[in-house]
């Protein structure tokens, strides 16, 4: 059985040797390099661009500009998306600091870059607007002619009777919580290569979501999908922010204008951060509770800085809607979500999607409900956790929820119960403990598919659009692939993304990968078997309903040593392989009035608590042990999950406590990564142990960010305890900690 053991990925060896294909380090026959003329104002109308002088640079050989797009049998103007409003170059005017004004396309990357300095553009200032509070004024400028208000989505959630919810409570808190805009910081940035040849369109891409890139850019050029191949080499990390359309057209477009030479675009670090961004968002909620801790009411209102365009933006407003309540008990829920144009970077999905955000705000909330009413946080939380069979406020009702678990689980690995120990503890150093929860929806409508084929050799190969980011997906969907086909884990080779080979797959993205595509494994298992008996028949001289499958053999039920091994049931029947195509969809969506409706098809569940040690003197604040717990269902392979625990505590540990894109006027003042922090080793608590819980249902779901959103709230809820002092706005600094004890 391969399924439930450790497993080491299946390209370790290539990672460690060096020898992995990234795309950052392809090189193809003949190629070109691109660079970006990045604009340097943040609202203005383009008057002119004057290219005429780069193009006699020697080495140049084309240049993109927005005079380009729009032209018959050529790239169109605008981006397929949720809301089509994101153009592929800048047009008339460009909306933040390093939209993409021209593109050039040249034998060197140096070449390259001188040329960008020979572009003249004449700009005419526009004015500028970059928070959302400015955005929603009335005399703001009008970003989007469509939107006139600025507000590009409004995700309404309606459940029971909010005003009789507050009225029946004996206590309403209302509190304000913001995060800022963060970058997803990739150890592999953002690469794309194009090369149109033979009428057909191939593109190389660091995406999470080949698919997707393939319908955007077929509809793009106005051609059939079967003229677009997109080949997903492995990803140096994503993170969400490679799992929607971003730079594809726009080396598809500059691919078309060079006419069959191909061209690559890598971006730089500085670049990366114009690309695409965290939402920041401000976040007002608002609870009615009982004095015994029972919830009468939750009112929420969400206010997403999208930047300065919302194509991918807005569908996770609605996101956010749903993962704004929390996983509790609350009979009467509002929930308004707005995203709001800026003239900032677009921003995008960040790994837990709008959970992060939403989780920060709602597990903190919990922690002043449960001071305010002289309860213990936990004990609140236990109160009011969603089990199974609970109606959730979308009216859906749960299944397989394990809430409850995942926090008892840290918070009894922590010693909750147990006194703190404050041996520790000085007259300026203090100790503190605090938890989080968190509940995460996937994607409600989505289809995963994959390909089985077992040949003469025994070899089975597996195809899927599944993108390996250094999550260890391929080697698990082995796992699963070996399992539903009964053959050792070895025989299993797995084939990449690449649209002209493998099937459809929505996303690599959402945690959904390891339930979604295991499944449609396990479908095609299915039927490859019943294939495999089907051609054993003549073979083993019985009907196929006295077949069945055991370990890599067709047998005789009733006399298993009569067998035939799969290769020698495709060998004899003169065949070089059998295949059979594997699928599996779910569908769900609210009503866009009332959010009433299946919001997901699992709820994906985590928790995390921790202890800190507080310096009242300097505000600076350590983090001494930290669990965490993440339900996975059934656990494919144990070390991998530890590993994405850890791994999603680490990573949470960054916009916890360090990370903020800084702006000054719309200009990024610290895109680089001396001036913008990331946890280092330095960072890790002192004790980091994780775990994740396995029910007897026998799903599997995936555990890709369940154990990242708790984390903020965690570390705030635990210098509360230590301190006494709330800080609601992210990154958790030792300056906003020492102003908070100081009145500040």
């Keep these: 059985m391969a399924i439930g053991k450790s497993i080491p990925v ?78 592929v170059i800048a047009l008339d005017r460009v909306r933040y600091i390093g939209e993409p004004v021209a593109v050039v396309a040249a034998e060197s990357e140096k070449i390259a870059e001188e040329a960008l300095y ?32 600025n507000c590009y989505r409004h995700a309404k959630l309606r459940h029971g009777d909010i005003e009789a919810g507050f009225a029946a409570a004996d206590a309403i808190i209302e509190e304000v919580y913001t995060s800022p805009a963060a970058q997803h910081v990739t150890l592999e940035p953002h690469v794309n290569a194009a090369q149109w040849k033979d009428g057909r369109l191939t593109v190389w891409s660091g995406s999470q979501s080949p698919h997707r890139v393939r319908g955007s850019l077929a509809a793009l050029l106005g051609i059939e999908k079967d003229r677009v191949r997109v080949i997903v080499p492995p990803l140096g990390g994503g993170y969400g922010g490679k799992g929607h359309v971003r730079l594809q057209p726009l080396i598809a477009a500059i691919a078309w204008k060079v006419g069959g030479r191909p061209v690559k675009l890598t971006l730089t670090r500085s670049e990366e951060f114009v690309n695409v961004t965290k939402h920041a968002v401000t976040i007002t909620i608002k609870s009615g509770v009982k004095k015994d801790g029972t919830f009468t009411a939750r009112q929420v209102t969400l206010h997403w800085n999208g930047g300065a365009y919302a194509d991918s933006s807005a569908s996770l407003v609605g996101s956010g809607m749903v993962r704004a309540v929390g996983p509790y ?34 597990e903190s909330h919990m922690d002043t409900i449960a001071h305010r009413l002289g309860m213990d946080p936990l004990k609140l939380r236990l109160k009011n956790l969603l089990v199974s069979g609970d109606e959730f406020a979308t009216s859906e009702i749960l299944h397989d929820i394990h809430f409850v678990e995942c926090l008892k689980t840290c918070a009894d690995n922590l010693g909750w119960e147990r006194p703190l120990d404050r041996s520790g503890e000085s007259e300026t150093v203090k100790r503190g403990r605090g938890l989080g929860v968190m509940m995460k929806s996937t994607i409600p409508t989505s289809q995963s598919e994959c390909r089985l084929k077992v040949d003469t050799q025994g070899q ?13 997906a391929h080697t698990a969907l082995a796992q699963i692939a070996a399992e539903a086909m009964e053959v050792p884990f070895e025989t299993v080779t797995t084939i990449g993304p690449d649209t002209d080979r493998t099937p459809f797959d929505t996303t690599t993205s959402a945690a959904r990968s390891t339930g979604m595509m295991g499944m449609a494994i396990f479908n095609g298992a299915e039927i490859l078997k019943q294939k495999l008996i089907e051609a054993a028949v003549p073979l083993l001289e019985h009907p196929a309903e006295e077949l069945s499958v055991k370990d890599g053999h067709v047998i005789v039920t009733a006399k298993p040593e009569q067998r035939m091994s799969y290769a020698e049931v495709v060998g004899r029947n003169n065949l070089e392989s059998l295949e059979a195509l594997g ?66 505590v680490i990573f949470g540990l960054g916009p916890a406590v360090l990370e903020e894109i800084v702006f000054d006027e719309g200009q990024i003042i610290n895109p680089n990564l001396s001036d913008y922090m990331i946890p280092s080793f330095l960072d890790i608590p002192h004790q980091l142990n994780g775990e994740a819980l396995e029910s007897d249902v026998g799903e599997i779901h995936g555990i890709g960010e369940m154990t990242l959103p708790p984390v903020a709230p965690a570390i705030a809820n635990a210098i509360y305890d230590a301190v006494g002092i709330r800080i609601r706005d992210l990154p958790i600094t030792a300056e906003k900690v020492l102003r908070a004890m100081n009145n500040e």
């Design 10 to 87: 299946v390209d370790s060896v290539a990672k460690v040797t060096g020898t992995i294909p990234y795309g950052i380090n392809m090189k193809l026959p003949n190629m070109l390099f691109a660079k970006i003329l990045h604009s340097p104002l943040p609202h203005a109308k383009i008057v002119s661009i004057d290219t005429s002088a780069a193009e006699e640079l020697p080495g140049v050989v084309a240049i993109l500009t927005g005079k380009d797009l729009g032209q018959p049998n050529g790239p169109q103007k605008l981006i397929t998306g949720f809301i089509k409003d994101r153009p």
């Design 118 to 149: 020979m572009i003249d553009v004449d700009y005419e200032d526009l004015p500028a607007i970059y928070e959302t509070k400015a955005s929603m004024q009335p005399d703001a400028p009008i970003l989007n002619e469509a939107f006139p208000d």
């Design 329 to 362: 008990r609350i009979p009467h829920v509002w929930v308004d979500s707005y995203g709001y144009y800026t003239n900032l970077p677009p921003s995008g999905p960040f790994r837990g999607a709008m959970s992060s955000q939403t989780t920060w705000a709602y």
């Design 460 to 472: 089975l190969s597996f195809y899927t659009s599944t993108v390996e980011m250094g999550q260890g």
């Design 583 to 648: 699928a599996f969809e779910t569908k769900g969506g609210l009503d866009p009035e009332t959010g009433q409706g299946l919001s997901t098809p699992h709820w994906h569940q985590g928790a995390g608590a921790c202890e800190v040690e507080v310096d009242t003197e300097t505000g600076k604040f350590t983090i001494l042990r930290y669990q965490s717990a993440s339900f996975a269902g059934r656990v494919v392979n144990p070390q991998l999950v530890r590993l994405q625990n850890d791994g999603n």
